[in-house]
C-alpha cells in the first residue's frame, strides 16, 4: 500500500505490465523525455527506449498503426495528448478496431488501448477541455473506462491492457494530481464492466463518476444534515454498463439521479436512463433526472466550471427528489 496520485498509479500500471509483457508498448506525442503533456509516462523511456516511442503529430496514422500492432499479437497503449482529439482517430476505432472480431467472424482479436485526459478544471478551452465518452456509446465492440481514483486508475488500466477487445480510457485532468492508496500487485485487477458502491443509502441512488463524484462526496455532510440518505455508485466502466448494480440500488431507494459532467444532450445518461426506467419501472418513485453540461461548447478560464454540473445544482436536485 502506498500513497499515490492517479498520474503515479497509472505510470506503476504501465510499467508492471512493460514488465510483464514484451508485447505491450506505449506510443504517443511527447510520451518520451518529456514524459507526455501530464507526466504519465514518465522515466519509462529509460527502461524501454525502443517500446516507448515518440510520435508527429498524425494522431490518425498512429492510431492505425496501434491497430496494425494489436492484429499481429502486439499490445499498445497509444496516448492522445487530450481526448477531445479522438475525433482525429474516430475511424481508426470505431470503423476498424472496433469491428476486428466481428468481420473475422471472431478469429482476430484487437487489443489496443486509447486513453488520455478529458474534462473540464483546466481553463484551457474548447478544444481542449470535453467529455468525450458519450461520442463513442453508439460503436458495438468497444470497451470504454473512466477510472475516479488513483486505485481505480491502477486496476484498470491493467485490466485495459489485458483486454483482448479495444479499450477507450478516458482519465480526468482534474483527478491527476489527487492522491489516494494504491494497493499494487497482480490481485489488483478492476473488472471491466463493475461498477462500485462508494456509499450505501436508503433514499436515492446517484450514479456519478470523476469530478462529479468528487463534488457529490463534498456534498455529503450537507446532505446527511438534511436527512437524505444517499447510495452513491461510480460506474467506473460506461461501456458495457453494470446495469445489475444499479438497478439492485434503485429497486432500493426507488429513486435514480445521474450527473455526468459531458453536454446533456445526446449524453450517455440518457441511455442508461431509459433501460433502467423500463427494468425498474415500478419500483420508482418518482422519474429519473439527469444532470449534465449545458449545450455549449466550453469557454476558456474559470468560465467552464459554470457550464458543468455544480454542487448547488446537484444538491438542489436530490433535495426535490427526495422531499
Known amino acids: 500500500m502506498a500513497e499515490m496520485t492517479m498520474i503515479q498509479a497509472l505510470n506503476t500500471a504501465l510499467k508492471e505490465e512493460m514488465e510483464r509483457d514484451e508485447n505491450v508498448f506505449l506510443m504517443g506525442e511527447d510520451i518520451r523525455e518529456m514524459g507526455s503533456t501530464f507526466g504519465v509516462t514518465t522515466g519509462l523511456y529509460k527502461i524501454w527506449p525502443d517500446r516507448v516511442i515518440n510520435t508527429p503529430l498524425a494522431e490518425a496514422g498512429t492510431a492505425n498503426m496501434c491497430v496494425g500492432a ?8 497509444f496516448e492522445i495528448m487530450f481526448a477531445d482529439f479522438s475525433t482525429l482517430i474516430y475511424d481508426a476505432i470505431v470503423n476498424q478496431a472496433s469491428k476486428m472480431r466481428y468481420m473475422s467472424h471472431g478469429k482476430v482479436c484487437c487489443p489496443v488501448v486509447f486513453r488520455g485526459p478529458q474534462g473540464a478544471g483546466g481553463g484551457i478551452g474548447a478544444h481542449h477541455s470535453q467529455t468525450v465518452d458519450s461520442w463513442f456509446m453508439n460503436a458495438p465492440g468497444l470497451k470504454m473506462v473512466e477510472p475516479s481514483t488513483p486505485q481505480d486508475a491502477y486496476g484498470l488500466m491493467k485490466a485495459s491492457i489485458r483486454d483482448n477487445n479495444p479499450v477507450l480510457f478516458w482519465e480526468h485532468k482534474a483527478l491527476y494530481r489527487v492522491p489516494g492508496d494504491v494497493q499494487i500487485g497482480e490481485d489488483q485487477i ?5 461498477a462500485k458502491v462508494c456509499k450505501e443509502g436508503t433514499d436515492i441512488t446517484v450514479v456519478a463518476g470523476q469530478l ?3 463534488r457529490i462526496f463534498k456534498l455529503l455532510p450537507e446532505l446527511e444534515k ?3 440518505s444517499i447510495e452513491l455508485i461510480d460506474p467506473r466502466t460506461i461501456k458495457p454498463f453494470d446495469y445489475e448494480t444499479v438497478e439492485a440500488s434503485v429497486r432500493k431507494t426507488g429513486r435514480l439521479l445521474m450527473v455526468a ?3 446533456r444532450e445526446g449524453n450517455w445518461t440518457a441511455d442508461i436512463a431509459s433501460n433502467i426506467g423500463e427494468t425498474c419501472y ?5 422519474p429519473i433526472r439527469r ?5 455549449s461548447p466550453i469557454p476558456y478560464a474559470t468560465a467552464e466550471l459554470f457550464m458543468i ?3 448547488d445544482s446537484i444538491a438542489k436536485t436530490i433535495k426535490e427528489m427526495v422531499k
Open 261 to 263: 459532467e459531458g453536454c
Open 282 to 286: 415500478n419500483a420508482l418513485k418518482g
Open 291 to 295: 444532470l449534465g453540461a449545458i449545450d
Open 309 to 311: 454540473p455544480s454542487e
Open 226 to 228: 438534511a436527512g437524505i
Open 70 to 77: 494489436a492484429l499481429y499479437g502486439k499490445r499498445p497503449v
Open 212 to 214: 462529479m463524484l468528487m
Open 190 to 194: 478492476v473488472p471491466i464492466g463493475k
